[in-house]
């Protein structure tokens, strides 16, 4: 940590420097060989013309020694042992050498996942095993202590949760084999036993009413870094502050130089409002544990389609750019509503404390922003990091936090390590802020309009 407690960068991934733009600028320079030994080709072959060139005939009788001095030149350079042609099939063979190379590193990757799978479903399944047959007798003891001694035991596990987020993760990956050892369940794996457990809550359909009596501090300015977009999301999600506040589901659209050809879009996504939701206590609030559910499945959720409307009655064009910021679940859904087509030109993401892995990629043009504090289990709750692609960077930080699950998860974290992001000076953070800015979502000189929306859930 710095002695200031500001925020320090502790590892960037994806982007302009990810693994996957090594690779693609790798394969770059296997076609760029490739073009070079078709060129090479072409070469020896108008040399090889050259030889029946007429006025070169012609020249032969006027200097016989010259004439065969220069065709053996020319034979040399094209057809010859160190000429044009055997050079070309050399560098053919370069560029396949390094395809097959790179299609080895591809491979070892895949295979290096699918094995961390395999061993992440047996420990869960192992663990689940053990839970069926002590976790009785374990919860009857702990009935047993005194309330102090919960409390304590509390505390305990959350500081070890958030001391050993790896291990969550792996826990989280193997979800399926857990829940097979618990039950009477055929071999499923993670994503089979998060939609098991979506299919316990009911989606609905979305509600979404516009709230002109709720405003934010932030909505009349443009945001002029990624500090920001995280602190006015903090601002929005400040409106529905308790898990019953009859406020919760409110989003943000903000518009930058409506009404020119210049108009682009900001909304604001905050993350989950209830996570105490059972299936039989579901009422309006969109954002609760189902949807968290069902987002993390892979599935459309009531949010994913109100954020949707909101647009729409913002009057946002679909030709129009739009910046997704968001938190939590927030986050989670705005990553899937940029890795489909919504009818909307959604060019960028920011997620804060988001679990985004189980995304499947995002389509050309889209880039995502990804922030994951350290100590904050959350981001690691789909059970892998997120891919080393080009379109998404991952930037993790620590910050100094209280030790609890849902305090390593909050706001201040975030504002911090999105404050370590605009001072960042590593190329693949600058290079993504410096996008953010070209495409005018970063700024002070926009006209700016807003409107406050509340997404619910009819019943």
């Known amino acids: 940590m710095t ?21 693609d600028a790798v394969r770059g320079l296997a076609d760029a060989i490739d073009a070079a030994a078709d060129r090479q080709r072409a070469w020896a072959l108008s040399g090889a013309g050259l030889l029946a060139d007429p006025d070169l005939l012609a020249s032969a009788p006027l200097s016989p ?3 065969a001095e220069a065709e053996a030149a020319l034979v040399a350079a094209t057809t010859g042992s160190l000429g044009l042609l055997p050079g070309s099939a050399g560098w053919e063979a370069t560029a396949v050498l390094i395809r097959a190379a790179l299609d080895g590193l591809e491979a070892s990757d895949v295979a290096a996942r699918v094995a961390i799978d395999a061993l992440d479903w047996r420990l869960g399944l192992m663990a689940g095993m053990v839970l069926r047959l002590a976790g009785p007798v374990a919860l009857a003891t702990a009935s047993t202590l005194p309330p102090e001694a919960r409390a ?23 979800g399926g084999g857990l829940l097979t050892g618990l039950g009477p369940l055929a071999a499923i794996d993670r994503r089979a036993a998060t939609t098991l457990l979506a299919l316990a809550y009911a989606d609905g359909d979305p509600v979404t009413t516009p709230r002109p009596d709720l405003r934010v501090r932030a909505s009349r300015r443009q945001p002029a870094s990624v500090a920001d977009l995280v602190d006015h999301l903090a601002q929005v999600a400040a409106l529905s502050p308790e898990a019953g506040s009859a406020d919760n589901g409110t989003i943000e659209v903000q518009s930058l130089d409506p009404g020119t050809d210049r108009a ?7 993350g989950t409002d209830d996570l105490a939701t059972l299936p039989w206590t579901q009422d309006r609030d969109v954002r609760d544990i189902g949807t968290d559910l069902r987002s993390a499945a892979g599935t459309s959720t009531a949010y994913q389609r109100g954020i949707l409307h909101a647009l729409a009655d913002a009057g946002v064009r679909p030709d129009e750019p739009v910046l997704l910021v968001g938190h939590s679940l927030g986050g989670m859904e705005a990553a ?34 990804s922030l994951e504090h350290r100590g904050d289990i959350v981001p690691l709750l789909d059970g892998a990091d997120n891919p080393d692609r080009v379109e998404q960077v991952t930037v993790r930080f620590a910050h100094p936090g209280d030790g609890t699950v849902a ?4 706001y201040d974290h975030y504002r911090a390590g999105a404050a370590a992001v605009d001072a960042s000076t590593d190329p693949t953070v600058v290079d993504h802020v410096d996008g953010l800015r070209d495409r005018g979502y970063l700024g002070r000189s926009a006209e700016v309009s807003s409107r406050v929306f509340q997404v619910a859930r009819h019943r």
């Not at 305090?407 to 909050?410: A, D, I, K, P, R």
């Open 336 to 369: 899937a509503l940029a890795g489909r087509d919504t009818g909307f030109a959604i060019t960028d993401v920011v997620t804060a404390g988001s679990p985004t892995a189980h995304l499947g990629g995002f389509p050309d043009g889209v880039r995502v922003l």
């Open 407 to 410: 305090g390593e998860h909050g």
């Open 3 to 23: 002695d200031d407690g500001a925020a320090r960068i502790t590892d960037v991934r994806g982007g302009s420097g990810s693994i996957e733009a090594t690779y």
């Open 264 to 270: 682009r879009h900001v909304v604001y996504l905050p």
């Open 152 to 174: 304590r035991l509390g505390a305990d596990l959350q500081r070890w949760l958030v001391d050993h987020p790896r291990i969550v993760q792996h826990l989280v990956n193997g």
């Open 65 to 67: 020694p010259t004439f």
